[in-house]
């Protein structure tokens, strides 16, 4: 089992930054691979970055790759997702994630545990 808190968010202007965080409890942190998703609302739940257990590896979704960054720390068992240059289409309430298969999975049905979400809200 593995619980997820999210944190981090906020109402930020357009060109500004957010980083989010996502702590998970429990000792099995790094036999998860993570994910950030988000949902605007009227809209489905979309993909926006996973990393693998270790670190390694990532993949985001194209229209946040050279903004977004997602990272790791084990030790802390948290994942982070520092947010640049954002846009007002970047308004979601943003999801973390946790998935016990290997590699970089993109698809929310494939995540066993998910967080409740912290709202990020872009202004023009």
């Known amino acids: 089992q593995v619980q997820l808190v999210e944190s981090g968010g906020g109402l930020v202007q357009a060109g500004g930054s957010l980083r989010l965080s996502c702590a998970a409890s429990?000792?099995?942190?790094?036999?998860?691979?993570m994910g950030w998703f988000r949902q605007a609302p009227g809209k489905e739940r979309e993909f926006v970055a996973v990393?693998?257990?270790?670190?390694?590896?990532?993949y985001y979704r194209d229209s946040v790759q050279g903004r977004f960054t997602i990272s790791r720390d084990n030790a802390k068992n948290t994942v982070y997702l520092q947010m640049n240059s954002l846009k007002p289409e970047d308004t979601a309430v943003y999801y973390c994630?946790?998935?016990?298969?290997?590699?970089?999975?993109?698809?929310?049905?494939?995540?066993?545990?998910w967080g409740r979400g912290t709202q990020v809200t872009v202004s023009s």
């Open positions: 990393i693998t257990r270790s670190g390694a590896s990532t």
């Open positions: 429990g000792r099995t942190f790094s036999r998860y691979g």
């Open positions: 994630a946790a998935d016990s298969d290997i590699g970089l999975n993109l698809t929310p049905g494939q995540y066993e545990y």
